[in-house]
Each structure stands twice: as structure tokens, then as C-alpha cells.
């Protein structure tokens, strides 16, 4: 890390820093400005950093402490250069190749899941969504079916092929999760729950990571740095908008934020364009948009009958919505040099 001295600070003040920086053991190199000095420290350990920081702030003449190697590395690219392909099952995402996940909200029958199932892959999906365990913004609604919703995926993946990724809301639901389904979803309002991201990342399966409702892109590739360092990289990043000072939309899809992201990680990322919007009319131009922008693959809500939905009715595709939009994907996918991936219908 780099030590900033203020305009006004005097030999002494540089001292102190010297000096703390010895005590601890580290070594130091000095650079004198016309109007500044810097004190670059030298070998401080990765979990030391923080506190070290926030210490040398306290001292006299101390203007800025500044880290000079990001905060996350295994899933940064400047440890890995090249984009990873993740895989849900056979299901394909980054390195150019884009996969549809889609599915409704959450698993309210085995009818209507059967039937979104069916839908989504006679469209073109390469994955099956649906939520077991929802989180919702408020804890009088609807919170899933469970264990029952995790046997509904399997019967539908088993009759359509489609992988399943479904959330895990807490520790407790991990193993079952593992035993049900191909890949385990962190929602966004668990995207700092430490104790989940460590279970997530030492159950060994894929996980997809929403980025959280007013978490910076740092915070977001520090959450997946924390599933990385329990081991797994079998990591797929989800931008589903963010909070901001607009209300026209549900959240705020932050395409330049997944954009400047993938320059940031190897980790392929998708984009939810349900779940940021808030409404069906917006679905169709944000899958094409972040699919021109460079998306590794999209996450869409689709229902077999959006206006019955238990939740999430606004925002939900109906089969012939969805349909349509596959077309469009697959036409755009063409133009942009995207390598869509197929299902095993269409293949
Ligand atoms: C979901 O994908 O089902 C969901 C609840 O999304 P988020 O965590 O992004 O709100
Ligand atoms: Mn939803």
C-alpha cells in the first residue's frame, strides 16, 4: 500500500510512519515530491491490510492510505487473464458462449412448473429457474414451497433435461439444494451473508451470485472472492439492478456496471432483467441490450400465466412473450458474434 503525506507534513510525521511500518515488521520506500511524500509499505499480508490502513490514518500528516493491488484476487484477471466458462450441467456461460435461464419466479405447482418448464425450453432456454426458498421485500409474502419445490425442479428437469438453478436463502437449505438441484443461486439480499457464500463455495456446485441491492461492483467481486477462497470458482455473476434515486423501474440495471465488472473478473456474468426492471415490457429490450453489451447469459422470469403469479406478476414473461423474445435473441446473437447456446431440442 501506498502512504499518502499531506502538504504540511513534517519530517517527524514521516518518521512516525516509518516507524509504525517497522514495528510491524514491514519494509518501507520513500519518494519525495515537490509537494508531496509517499511511503509505499512492502509486504503487508493480505488480511492485515484494512487495519493497517485505518491505523496509519490515525498518525499526523497521513492525507490518504492507498491499496495498490485489488481487494480480490482469485477472481480477478489480473491472476486469471481469460475469461472461465462456467458450466450448469451442459450448459455453457462465458468465453462468448451465452445461455437463456429462464423459469418462473418461484415454484408454486408442479402444473405450472411443468409448464414454464416445458415453454422455456420448447423456446430455447438452456437452464430451468424457479425458487424454493424466496426471499421477499416483505416477510408476509409468499416465501416457497421448500423441500416440496426442490422435488417439482427435478421432476421437471428430469422430464425436459434442463439443469436447475434455484436459491439457497440460508446455510440450512445448501445440502438440500446440492441434492436437488445443478446450481445453487445467492440472492441479492444475501450477498454479503458470509457464512452462506463459504457454504456455497465449499458444496462444491456452481453458484450463481446476484450482486447485492446497493452493493458496488467491489463488494460484489469481494463476495465472490469469498466463495472462491473456500475453494470453488465455478462462479456465474448475476447484475439484477440496484438501487437508486429512479422508481419508474423496480431497480436500476446497471449494464455499465456489469460491463466494467467483466473487465475487472474473469467470472462470466449475466444479466437479470426481470428482477431490475419490475415489468414485462422492459424484459425484451434489456436481454438484447446486455446481450449487444456483452452478457454471458440472461436470467428471465417466465410464467405460464403471469396474472395468476403468487409473486413477481408484473415482470414475468408469458411462453409467447418469451417466445418471441428467443427469436430476437437469436437473430441479435448472430449480429453481435454471441455464441447462444442450445438446448438439447434445438441441437
Ligand atoms: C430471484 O432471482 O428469484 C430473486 C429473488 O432475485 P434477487 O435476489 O435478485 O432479488
Ligand atoms: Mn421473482
Redesign the pocket.
Known amino acids: 500500500m501506498m502512504i499518502v503525506m499531506n502538504a504540511k507534513a513534517t519530517d517527524g510525521d514521516i518518521q512516525s510512519v516509518v516507524e509504525m511500518l517497522e514495528a510491524k515488521g514491514y519494509d518501507h520506500h520513500i519518494s519525495r515530491g515537490v509537494e508531496r511524500t509517499l511511503v509505499g509499505a512492502i509486504g503487508t499480508p493480505d488480511g492485515e491490510k484494512q487495519a493497517m490502513a485505518e491505523q496509519l490514518m490515525t498518525l499526523n500528516g497521513v492525507e490518504r492510505v492507498v491499496p495498490i493491488l485489488r481487494p480480490y484476487k482469485l477472481v480477478s484477471r489480473e491472476h486469471q487473464e481469460e475469461t472461465s466458462v462456467v458450466y450448469i450441467g451442459d450448459a455453457a456461460f462465458g468465453r462468448g458462449k451465452v445461455g437463456i435461464i429462464a423459469g418462473p ?2 415454484v408454486e405447482t408442479e402444473e405450472q412448473t411443468l409448464a414454464a418448464a416445458r415453454a422455456v425450453k420448447a423456446a430455447g432456454a438452456v437452464c430451468l ?1 424457479g ?1 424454493a426458498f ?2 421477499r421485500t416483505s416477510p408476509y409474502d409468499f416465501q416457497g414451497l421448500g423441500e416440496d419445490a426442490l422435488k417439482i425442479l427435478a421432476t421437471a428437469r428430469e422430464e425436459t433435461g434442463l439443469p436447475v438453478v434455484t ?1 439457497a436463502r440460508d446455510v440450512s437449505h445448501v445440502d438440500l439444494v446440492a441434492e436437488y438441484a445443478d446450481a445453487l ?1 445467492i ?3 444475501n450477498m454479503q451473508n458470509y457464512d452462506l457464500l463459504q457454504s456455497a463455495g465449499e458444496s462444491g456446485m456452481p453458484v450463481v451470485l ?1 450482486r447485492g441491492l446497493s452493493a458496488t461492483v467491489e463488494e460484489w467481486l469481494k463476495a465472490a472472492e469469498y466463495i472462491a477462497s473456500s475453494g470453488n470458482l465455478d462462479i456465474i455473476l ?1 447484475e ?1 439492478g440496484i438501487r437508486t434515486f429512479e422508481t419508474i423501474t423496480r431497480f436500476t440495471l446497471d449494464l455499465a456496471g456489469m460491463v466494467a465488472a467483466k473487465q475487472e473478473t474473469h467470472l462470466p456474468i449475466i444479466v ?1 432483467p426481470s ?1 431490475s426492471t419490475g415489468h414485462y415490457l422492459l424484459v425484451s429490450p434489456m436481454t438484447l441490450a446486455a446481450i449487444a453489451a456483452g452478457a454471458d447469459g440472461v ?1 428471465i422470469e417466465v410464467h405460464p400465466q403471469p396474472d395468476r403469479a403468487l409473486c413477481d406478476s408484473a415482470q414475468q414473461l408469458t411462453p409467447k412473450n418469451f417466445q418471441k423474445l428467443m427469436d430476437n435473441v437469436r437473430s441479435l446473437s448472430t449480429a453481435v458474434g454471441a455464441d447462444l447456446q442450445r438446448n438439447s431440442e434445438e441441437a
Open positions: 419466479c418461484t429457474r425458487g424466496k426471499p436459491e443461486q440472492g441479492a439480499r446476484k448475476c439484477r437479470d428482477h436470467m
